[in-house]
Each structure stands twice: as C-alpha cells, then as structure tokens.
C-alpha cells in the first residue's frame, strides 16, 4: 500500500492531473451530444468509438481548465504525448465504467440528475441558489446545450456510482493508518562535510574558445522564436470605452449599488523571471537553475532593468512581455510565489522563491492595501466600468460596420479612420505572445502568425473580452542573440558549472577518505568541518541546505552512524554525509490526529482499489488506438 506514496510524483504531469479532475470534472468529457458520425475514430473500446473530434474537444477543456489555475503551464508541456494520453485515458476509463455500469444495471434517473445539477456551486447565484440563467450562460460559454450537458452529467454520475461501489469496498484499519503515520512521520539527522561550488569561482577560468563553443552547442537556448509585427484594431469593452460617458448620478448610483463588491482587497502588481526546474531534474540541472537564478537576482538587486532581465532569461511564457503578471490577489497563484510577493516592499526585488515550476526572482512594482474605499477614490475606476458597460452593447455593431468596410476593400487604417478608431502597430512579438497579450487561443495565434506580410485577415480574430481586426506588418525569423549580448551570462553560466564540477570532486575525495583503509585518521582531521543538519523527512527538504529527495531516500535506508554511499547536491553546495539518527513520529501527535490519519487511509485504499478496478477492467475490454499520431 506504501508505494503509492514513495513514488516521486514531482513532475508536472503528476500535478497538473489533479487539476484536470478538479477543473475538468463536468466539462472535459461533453462530446457525447455532437454529431461525429463523418469524423475519424482515434480509439476504439470493445465496440464504441472515440472520435477525433470527441478527443480534442476533451483536449481543449483540459487545457482551458489548466491555464485558468495554472498560468504557467506552457503550450509545449500541453502538447505533451503525455498529457494527450492522460486526456484519453480518461475518456477511455469514462467509457470502460458507462459499460460497467450498464452490465450491473446502474442508471440515474432524471430527477435525480436535476438535483445533482442545482448542487453545482458553478450554477449558484449570490444568495447560493441554482440559477437558471447563470446555467444557460454557463452552457453557451462551453458550447453545449442543455441536453448535450444534461445527458453528459448523467453519464458522468453513473461512472461515478460505479467508482463509489468500489470504493465502499476499501476500509483501512486502525493498525493500517499507524503505519501509514510512522512512515510519513518520521525524520532523519544527518552529520555533514560541505564542499561549497562559491569557494572554487576563484579557481575557475573560462577562454573565449570555451565561450564561443557554448554558444555554438546551445544556439536554442539562445534562439528568439520566429516573430512577427501586426497592425491591429481591438473590439472590446475596456477599448471602447473612451467613446462613453458617464453622468455623476450614474457613478453615484453605482458606488452605492456596489460598495461591497468595492472594498479593496489586498494586491500587488508584479513582474517575474522564472528558470525552470523541478524536483524530478538530474541534481545537477538543479543546481544549475539555482546559480542561474542567483546571477540574475545578483543582477536584478543590482539596478538591472528587470524587464530586459526577464526577456532575456525568463524561460517563463511572460517573458515576451518583460515578466509582467499584472495585478494579483491572495489566492491567485502556487503559495511559495505568493508569500514572497506579499512579503516585498514596493519597488524591490524578492529573493530567489521556489515552486513548482521552478525559481522566480519577484519584482513589486505596486501594491493595494485593504481598506474601504471613499467615492472620490475610486470614481474613475467606476467611470470606467460604466464605460465598459456601455460600451459592451456596441461592440458587435462597431465591429458588423468595420467588417462592412474592410469586405468592401477598404484597408485596417481607413477602417479606423472612419470609424474614429486608432489603429496600432505592435512591436515584435512570437507566437506565444500573442496569445498571452491578447488572449487568443493558441490556434488563432497560428493564423495569425501565418498571414502574408501587408495582408488582412478576413475575420475577426476572437480575444479575451472581445474581438480584433488585425494585419500583418512583417515577418520576423527565428535567430539567436548575438554572442555580445550573450556572452556575459555564459561566462557565469560556464564558471558556475565549473564550480560545481570541483566541489564534486572534493566532496567525492572527502568521502573515499572517509570510507578508505585510513578512514579513522581522516575523520579526525575532518572533525572540524563536520556539522549535524536540522531534522528532515523523506520529501529530502533539508532545513538550512536545501531540497534532495535521493539524500532522504538514501538517508531513512541507511544504518547509523554509515556514510552515505555517494556525495549529493543541494542548493547550498555538495554534502556527503551518515546517518546520525531516525527520529520516530510523535506519539502525542498520533493520538490527536488518529481520525485524520485513519481518513488518509482510507482514501490511499479507495485510490489502489479503484486503480485495481480499472486495470482489470482494461485488461478485459479491447482497447485499440487508431491513430497514434494524433497523441504526438
């Protein structure tokens, strides 16, 4: 039952799954009402097929669910085989239970799935009541229809009574959750020898062959994606509501009606550089991102100009944009980034935090504090919603009058001219940006980037809050920054790994001295440098050095007081170490936490007894994928 939970499940698939049960529990399997009988089948189970187009409407609401909670899940790790195999896994598994369920004769009655619908707190309004319009609206923003998703929730409700019979059937005893306890309780000390990589910099010498070589072997980590300049017009509220006005009673109405939802709430605006990493790289990837982080905070803290920083080193999807994440609340992003951005100062630079996605160096550039705010200082925030509001009813006639125009052969300037309307020129931008700045979908940033130089496109391109006309200025091709601009970041990068390099070799060293046939001379003349960490458990987070779950694995395997059979890297430098002791889990602890622990159990059971059942089931059903291709 343990192995579950020593399995390392640091890389993001693993992460973002959850997110997919959570965000995507109704939505992401809403094919069953489309007509695919003309589309390619990808999969087969036993006799039913899943569709190509069932697949990527799945695929879609997945990725949707993810971006919305995860901003900084990247279009290639969505892209990912794997993650496309998670997708029709589970349209795999939804089926392979529909079946199940059909053969034990589980069904759900209508009455019964209206009720489950009214508990879905997406369809709730302010008083926490259903709501029928907010349902409607809800459905037309998924496209689907009430019948499509009512018989889709149904579906989704019988798969889950067959999931709920077998997890009725996984009870852990009380015994069970104490080994549970122990296991995840306990904490290891360590005595420690450190080799620290900033000792050796000055040792380190990097030439200009070794620069330019660097260069040469990693020209992608250099490349500046293929960009493109358009000139665009934009069809939203918040653009045209510089056509509207707002009357003094109107703003004062407003405030009234909606001074609760008025109250300013806790925020600041930021900007970030991210080098990615996870606990799932080789150690000395690991290391790598951290020195790369440090160089640039070193940089950052210094006066740098973060914006150009983070355009330059951010591996982030807001890089393009200078790292701008704008105004964020409590709650909105992973904690780590969120206490770090809180605890800056406006105006500073946090220091390197680290995520799940990597480490992130925090520019504050503004905060909100909480208070009550009075008329006067938020009158033009509220003159501007009034606008908005207004200029929502406009947008679809403003835009039907600029189509006219354009489709009579007018060009995107004399459009705008005629319509009072400034057209603008973008500045260099990648594909990327373009559906981060605007807020298009990944897929109209392609037809946008695949448009002829001078050309228009025909339609409007659907953004976030509305609509834009756009025209391609010039195509930009993919190039690496010159070695000039480059060259200083590869010498830290070269000097850095090469500090690396040799404090590995003097931790390696010190361990064959400790373990060697004089290894009770060379504990006595390394006494001085020997330290005993702080208590740590298996996830390897070691208080005062850093993060290394294979130090921690390698730790609670251990014998007392034995040398670990190998150096490890952390964020402080490179260790070897013994095993100093085991440090049993609380008792005390144990006896207050016995229900939640028995809970813990009970639902690590349900999990392995529901992922026996749809092994077994899988086992016996004919799967076969049609198209492989599709998931590459």
Known sequence: ??????????GWIVKILFGIIIVVFVFAFGMSGFDTGQDPVLATVNDQSITRAEFEDAFQRAAEGLRSTNPEVTTAQLQDPQF?????????????????????????????VFAAITRQSYFWNQAGAFDREIYMAALRSIRMTPAQFEANFKREI????????????????PEQARQIYDWVGEEARVEYILSVPADFLGQVSVDEAEVED????????????????????????????????????????????????????????????????????????????????????????????????????????SAPGGGDLGWFGRGDMVPEFEAAAFA????????????????????????KEPGEPTLDEVRQDIVRAIAEEKAADKVTDLLDEAMDLMLSGMTLDAVADELGMLAVTSSP?????????????????????????????????????????????????????PLGEVHESIVASLSQRKAF???MADAQATLERLTGPDAAKAATGLARRLKTSEPFDRQGFVPGLGQNRNLADAAFAAEEGAWLPEPFALEA???????????????????????????????????????????????????KIARPDLLN
């Open 158 to 173: 019988i798969a889950g009574k067959v999931t709920d019979m077998v997890r009725r059937t996984a009870v852990a005893t």
């Open 214 to 317: 660097f260069y040469a072997t990693n020209e992608s980590r250099f490349m500046v994606p293929e960009q493109v300049r358009v000139r665009y017009l934009l069809f939203t509220p918040k653009d045209l509501a510089s056509r509207q006005e707002a009357s003094d009673d109107e703003v004062e109405a407003y405030f009234e009606a909606n001074a609760a939802s008025l109250r300013q709430e806790e925020a600041v605006k930021a900007s970030h550089i991210l080098i990615q990493s996870s606990d799932a790289d080789p150690e000395e990837k690991q290391a790598d991102a951290r020195k790369r982080i440090e160089a640039v905070y070193a940089r950052a803290k210094a006066g740098g100009d973060f914006a150009a920083l983070a355009r330059q080193y951010s591996e982030g999807p």
């Open 84 to 112: 496309k195999q998670m997708v029709l896994g589970e349209l795999i598994n939804n089926r392979l239970l529909l079946d199940e369920a059909d053969r034990l004769g589980i069904t759900a009655s209508d009455d019964e």
């Open 344 to 367: 800056t100062a406006k105006g500073q630079v946090s220091e390197p935090v680290r995520s799940q996605f990597g480490w992130h160096v925090i520019f504050v550039e503004d905060r």
């Open 429 to 481: 931008v990648p594909a990327q940006g373009l559906a981060q700045g605007f807020g298009m979908t990944p897929e109209a940033a392609a037809v946008v980037m695949h448009i002829g130089p001078g050309e228009s496109h025909k339609t409007p391109i659907s953004i976030e809050g509305g609509y834009m006309l756009v025209e391609k200025v010039e195509d930009i091709p993919a190039a690496p920054l």
């Open 1 to 10: 039952m343990l192995e579950i939970m020593r399995e390392n499940a640091s």
């Open 501 to 503: 390099e040799m404090a």
């Open 573 to 623: 430098g490179v260790i070897v170490a013994r095993l100093k002791e085991i440090i049993p889990a609380s008792e005390a602890d144990w006896e207050n936490q016995r229900d939640t622990w028995l809970e813990q159990a009970n639902r690590n059971y349900q999990f392995e007894a529901i992922n026996a059942y749809m092994t077994e089931l899988r086992q016996q059903a004919e799967i």
